[in-house]
């Protein structure tokens, strides 16, 4: 895998705390949606990420991560001074259901296959 796509997936699981815990002034401001918006595709190219990052994770796996990760952080929103949001947590779900079924079709609905260990791929 290049190295660029792992920098990409480094840099969305690293924005992601910024996004969704820092105080941000502008969202009372913001469209309805767009907060609902922004949670569907921030995890779901969260779910690309961990499967880029650990790829010997399962996708099933990944996305009880992600979707783990999403309840976790409507529970911190709430001692950060942000309003956690059932329907943000919606909205990951999502989110990450949508990034499953588009991962399992880009993959041909096939599992996914175990990276040889290290050891055996050096002959």
């Given at each position: 895998?290049?190295?660029?796509?792992?920098?990409?997936?480094?840099?969305?699981?690293?924005?992601?705390?910024?996004?969704?815990?820092?105080?941000?002034?502008?969202?009372?401001?913001?469209p309805?949606?767009?907060?609902?918006?922004?949670?569907?595709?921030?995890?779901?190219?969260?779910?690309?990420?961990?499967?880029?990052?650990?790829?010997?994770?399962?996708?099933?796996?990944?996305?009880?991560?992600?979707?783990?990760?999403?309840?976790?952080t409507?529970?911190?929103?709430?001692?950060?001074?942000?309003?956690?949001?059932?329907?943000?947590?919606?909205?990951?779900?999502?989110?990450?259901?949508?990034?499953?079924?588009?991962?399992?079709?880009?993959?041909?609905?096939?599992?996914?296959?175990?990276?040889?260990?290290?050891?055996?791929?050096?002959?």
């Open positions: 895998m290049p190295i660029w796509t792992r920098l990409i997936a480094i840099g969305v699981a690293l924005a992601m705390p910024v996004l969704l815990f820092a105080p941000l002034a502008v969202e009372s401001a913001a309805s949606g767009l907060d609902k918006a922004v949670h569907f595709v921030l995890f779901g190219l969260f779910l690309w990420s961990l499967g880029v990052l650990f790829p010997r994770v399962s996708r099933l796996a990944a996305a009880a991560i992600a979707i783990g990760t999403g309840a976790l409507e529970l911190i929103q709430g001692f950060v001074g942000r309003d956690p949001s059932w329907g943000d947590l919606v909205a990951d779900c999502l989110g990450v259901g949508v990034a499953l079924v588009l991962w399992a079709a880009w993959r041909g609905f096939r599992p996914r296959r175990a990276l040889k260990p290290l050891a055996q791929t050096v002959t």
